[in-house]
């Protein structure tokens, strides 16, 4: 076939859910395009762009792939590619499993708890729960979290796919009601004492909506031998070192290409360690795997656990090239090096931070030296007090859906209001993509985020002037 642009376009906004299909504007719930080439991008976040550097990438690289042999030939180069990327080899003590959001890798923990052990109950402890994917409410329940599967179908969102005797769900939150950064290493202590005979799951989170990371010493000091630990890395913010260091430690790790690296939405992946592998290798067939057929293919899985299932043979092509995507733009950050994508990032924060201080209008949020250097979250102040989440969304639209002067593109894109309580802030993000035009533009850069800092305010203005 011919790999034109629309065909890639399409490819790449397929075999997701609900959330990549546009409304009656040509707008994703997200308020923007996916294929926006007007417009700057200061999220870095589950939404991202399809940009003309992936469209050219792709097309050399999928270019003669007719059959589904050589689609599932590209499944197993892409899985054998992140490895590469994180371990420098694909003789690794992990296996990759691919979900069509990093929302649908949370089932994964799950399954391995019931096949391994299908007469006891889980209990899934997940922290930081309002600073995750919304969806991760219902699929750390394991419930359908979305109305529409990978293969484009109609699915009972809310409904159980895990018979709900079997598994209890205990939410931690991420921030107090001050929005200082709650620590809940007493609450894991208690879950974890108190429940010898129930098969724990616990995901500590290592980088959430505004880079909060749980202290990944707890996995030792409250270990036992009833407790799988999983570690919410989706970020993918970290260094390959951790990564490994974890799974090392028989700790399964999440991670997506469609925020830091900045590959369009969406595109999941779960790093299983051997010891869990180890664990189900005596099963013939993955029963309860099956129960996801909704929500699964075969292709999912790595090559030696697909006999083993009845799911679908159908290989998702959308996530095949959003992973693909994702492998080049980890290949063109690291051509920078270490030392100058570190610089970059500090000098980034820092200006940011003096930058907002400027405004009486924008209050940082509490403990932001704890959280990830590549994230920014701050408060909207208006003339009555600070803007509840209902009142942020609105302004948070009137900012993406709206043309702008003072840029070089029309339109902008920040990190969506993230809600604490009755409470709300916003953020700015830089991911790989934004690093690699900082590096080639310079400090020129930086008077980008200066003028969306100075459109926010811009914003709020019009915003009390129509309430």
């Not at 690289?61 to 590209?74: H, P, Q, R, V």
């Not at 299908?118 to 109305?147: H, M, R, W």
């Not at 013939?284 to 999912?300: A, E, G, I, R, T």
């Amino acid at each position: 076939m011919a790999v034109t642009k629309q065909k890639i376009t399409q490819l790449l906004l397929s075999g997701t859910d609900e959330r990549t299909i546009s409304n009656d504007n040509g707008l994703s719930n997200y308020g923007i395009a996916f294929d926006d080439d007007n417009l700057i991008n200061r999220g870095s976040c589950t939404c991202n762009l399809i940009t003309e550097n992936h469209i050219e990438f792709l097309r050399n690289k999928i270019s003669g792939n007719e059959t589904d042999a050589d689609w599932a030939s590209l499944v197993n180069e892409v899985q054998d590619g992140i490895k590469m990327e994180i371990s420098g080899t694909t003789d690794t003590n992990y296996e990759v499993f691919f979900g069509p959001s990093g929302t649908d890798v949370v089932y994964f923990p799950i399954l391995f708890s019931r096949e391994r052990f299908p007469d006891k109950k889980i209990l899934n402890i997940v922290t930081c729960i309002e600073e995750l994917g919304s969806g991760t409410l219902f699929a750390g329940q394991g419930k359908y979290f979305a109305g529409t599967s990978q293969f484009g179908k109609k699915i009972p969102k809310g409904e159980a796919i895990i018979d709900q005797q079997y598994i209890d769900t205990e939410y931690l939150s991420a921030r107090c009601a001050k929005g200082t950064i709650e620590n809940p290493k007493e609450n894991l202590k208690d879950l974890i004492v108190s429940n010898p005979d129930l098969n724990i799951i616990v995901s500590l989170v290592v980088g959430s909506k505004s880079g909060i990371e749980d202290n990944l010493s707890w996995i030792d000091e409250l270990n036992a031998d009833n407790v799988l630990w999983n570690v919410d890395m989706c970020q993918f913010r970290h260094s390959p070192e951790l990564i490994e260091k974890l799974t090392t430690k028989g700790v399964s790790v999440m991670i997506t290409g469609s925020k830091f690296y900045q590959a369009p939405p969406f595109c999941g992946a779960i790093l299983i360690p051997e010891r869990w592998m180890k664990r189900i290798e005596h099963v013939n067939k993955l029963k309860h795997f099956d129960l996801f057929d909704q929500v699964f293919s075969k292709f999912d899985l790595p090559e030696i656990l697909r006999s083993k299932t009845n799911l679908p043979s159908k290989i998702n092509k959308g996530g095949v090239v959003r992973w693909l995507a994702t492998l080049n733009s980890i290949n063109k950050l690291r051509a920078i090096g270490k030392p100058q994508i570190e610089s970059i990032i500090q000098h980034w924060n820092k200006v940011i931070n003096i930058e907002l201080g400027k405004y009486d209008e924008f209050v940082l949020m509490p403990d932001q030296k704890m959280t990830n250097p590549t994230i920014i979250s701050f408060q909207v102040k208006s003339k009555t007090g600070l803007l509840n989440h209902q009142e942020m969304r609105k302004l948070f639209f009137s900012i993406v859906e709206k043309n702008h002067t003072g840029l070089p593109k029309e339109r902008i894109f920040i990190g969506q209001p993230v809600a604490y309580g009755d409470k709300s802030f916003l953020r700015l993000a830089i991911g790989a993509n934004n690093i690699v035009e900082m590096n080639e533009r310079g400090a020129a850069e930086f008077e980008i985020d200066k003028r969306i800092i100075a459109i926010v305010k811009e914003k709020l203005i019009e915003f009390e002037i129509n309430q």
